[in-house]
């Protein structure tokens, strides 16, 4: 009737899938007492970006993924780069809506994703329990946007730009639906569950565990703080994390099945080299904001600020956002040729038997 | 090997948007997001103001419509009432804020207080010094941003 199993293992989903929701909604409170705005920016740049690059990692990187989906790898940037320039020209309330609700899309996507490993890894649930899944899933993420004030607020806003009118009457009665239909499927669920257990299927508590926490952070920064900040930081948080970690295993058990030791990627995600895997994709980070040109207090949260004071005694103003910039960029570039001074200051005694004998 | 079926996902997503666009082009009225409902404020700031009284942005909403008839004291209680959620990613929320007490002559070490803050938070901010600005408590410049620009994206 009960069969627990575990995405990665007990000790890891225990962190990253069932306690990290509980971290996140704790930071992002903490966000919001100690930070400024920019910490969205610095977790989007801390957690969004390497979660990108991972995606990259894997299908640009594994023969496997390249070999399978090679026409969407190629055709897909093509296409979505158009698209989205020419909305940006021509239709650009259009082309921001869909981005939106791609990204609300691709948020529950990933959550539905991880309970159907949840079954997959236990052996849990009937034949149609996908379906049930994502349809809950759907359910309990539409409600959330529809009904809450932080999405009401969003999707009020868009429907509004559009031109389309609404008042406080009609969110209410979208409100209404909304619930109504979630709890009318709540019951659903519920009796689709029952009668899989009564025909003797099993199911994983931990799969519920980890939906429970999962949308009751997603419901609590929603409702009750109505705070962007608090919002967009603790979902990037889940969201960014919890993906990392899924390609992190993904590609670590693949090799591992293949008993390829001799791939680059191989190499990086073997056991002991985790921190390797996060250093690349902080590293990705960073390189892809400096190209962008982002400012620099996004490293730091807004704690730390990249400004240079006048100095009166030998008459400099104070340094420009640009130049400030550019001395931070030109810096980070010197930080290899540091390194190499550095080791050179070691590596080259020749009283040392070891480099004698490569001389 | 190029498969029209392996783009059925992205075809299916732009499809959805093909409405919206045939709306945005076709049927979006010129003065979309103007107010409709006899208020002086925004649709979407009316909402938050009947369904979300007390919220941040239902506060900064009474605080422009308040402008907007003059009352700037009621405007500044209204702009100090949204602050007091903690709310700091609408920069207008600051602005306006910091405009009001300029407006009222509130004391300068009150002010500077307060635009340390905006500085702490939009750090990168282009807009001009507000103390030297010759708004009302942000009273809408022409091809200025609107209230309604302080309810951002998630």
Not at chain 1, 91 to 100: E, F, G, K, N
Not at chain 1, 233 to 251: E, S
Not at chain 1, 315 to 333: I, W
């Given at each position: 009737m009960i069969r627990t199993g575990y995405i990665v293992d007990r000790r890891n989903d225990l962190i990253w899938f069932l306690g990290l929701p509980l971290f996140a909604l704790a930071f ?19 957690i969004?970006?390497p979660h990108?690059?991972v995606?990259?990692?894997r ?48 948020f529950l996507m990933q959550l539905h994703g991880f309970t159907r490993i949840y079954d997959f890894k236990a052996r849990t649930g009937?034949?149609?329990i996908g379906?049930?899944d994502?349809?809950l899933n759907?359910?309990l ?61 099993a199911i994983n508590p931990i799969k519920y565990l980890y939906l429970g926490l999962s949308y009751s952070m997603l ?15 603790a979902n990037m948080i889940i969201h960014g994390i919890q993906y990392n970690v899924i390609v992190y295993w993904y590609l670590r058990r693949k090799?591992e099945k ?11 995600v073997?056991p002991g080299?985790v921190v390797?895997f996060v250093?690349?994709g ?78 | ?154």
């Amino acid at each position: 009737m009960i069969r627990t199993g575990y995405i990665v293992d007990r000790r890891n989903d225990l962190i990253w899938f069932l306690g990290l929701p509980l971290f996140a909604l704790a930071f992002a409170l903490y966000s919001q007492f100690a930070l400024s705005a920019v910490a969205i920016a610095s977790i989007a740049l801390w957690i969004e970006y390497p979660h990108h690059f991972v995606t990259f990692l894997r299908t640009y990187g594994l023969s496997d993924d390249w070999d399978r989906f090679k026409d969407r790898l190629i055709i897909g940037p093509i296409v979505i780069v158009g698209v989205t320039l020419g909305g940006l020209m021509y239709a650009p309330l259009t082309i921001t809506l869909v981005m939106l609700l791609w990204r609300q899309q691709h948020f529950l996507m990933q959550l539905h994703g991880f309970t159907r490993i949840y079954d997959f890894k236990a052996r849990t649930g009937d034949a149609s329990i996908g379906k049930w899944d994502l349809a809950l899933n759907w359910v309990l993420y539409l409600n959330m946007f529809l009904a809450s004030p932080l999405f009401t607020r969003l999707w009020a806003r868009n429907l509004t730009d559009f031109g389309i009118p609404i008042n406080a009457d009609t969110v209410r009665i979208v409100h209404q639906c909304s619930w109504a239909v979630t709890a009318a499927f709540a019951v659903g669920y519920v009796g689709h569950l029952l009668r899989g257990i009564k025909d003797g299927y099993a199911i994983n508590p931990i799969k519920y565990l980890y939906l429970g926490l999962s949308y009751s952070m997603l419901y609590i920064v929603s409702w009750h703080t109505a705070s962007v900040l608090v919002h967009a930081v603790a979902n990037m948080i889940i969201h960014g994390i919890q993906y990392n970690v899924i390609v992190y295993w993904y590609l670590r058990r693949k090799f591992e099945k293949e008993e390829n030791t001799t791939s680059w990627i191989a190499r990086l995600v073997r056991p002991g080299n985790v921190v390797a895997f996060v250093a690349l994709g902080v590293l990705y980070a960073v390189i892809y904001q400096l190209l962008r040109g982002g400012n620099l207090d996004e490293f730091g949260f807004g704690l730390f600020r990249f400004e240079y004071a006048s100095i009166p005694a030998l008459s400099l103003g104070p340094m420009s956002e640009q130049t400030a910039f550019e001395l931070f960029a030109s810096t980070l570039l010197f930080l290899p040729g540091l390194l190499h001074i550095y080791f050179d200051s070691f590596i080259w005694r020749v009283r040392e038997t070891k480099v004698q004998g490569g001389l | 090997m190029w498969e029209p079926r392996n783009f059925r996902f992205l075809l299916v997503v732009y499809c959805l948007g093909l409405p919206l666009l045939i709306w945005e082009l076709n049927f979006r009225p010129d003065d979309a997001g103007a107010p409709t409902g006899g208020s002086i404020l925004p649709d979407v700031a009316v909402i938050d103001v009947d369904l979300y009284q007390g919220s941040a942005d239902a506060e900064f909403a009474l605080g422009y419509e308040a402008v907007l008839k003059g009352d700037l004291k009621a405007a500044r209680r209204h702009y100090e009432a949204a602050l007091d959620t903690g709310v700091k990613t609408n920069e207008n929320l600051f602005y306006f804020y910091i405009e009001t007490l300029v407006q009222l002559g509130e004391d300068q070490e009150l002010i500077d207080k307060v635009v340390e803050q905006w500085r702490w938070n939009f750090p990168h901010s282009q807009r001009e010094d507000p103390r030297e600005s010759r708004n009302l408590g942000g009273a809408p410049l022409k091809g200025g941003p609107k209230p309604s620009d302080g309810i951002r994206a998630p």
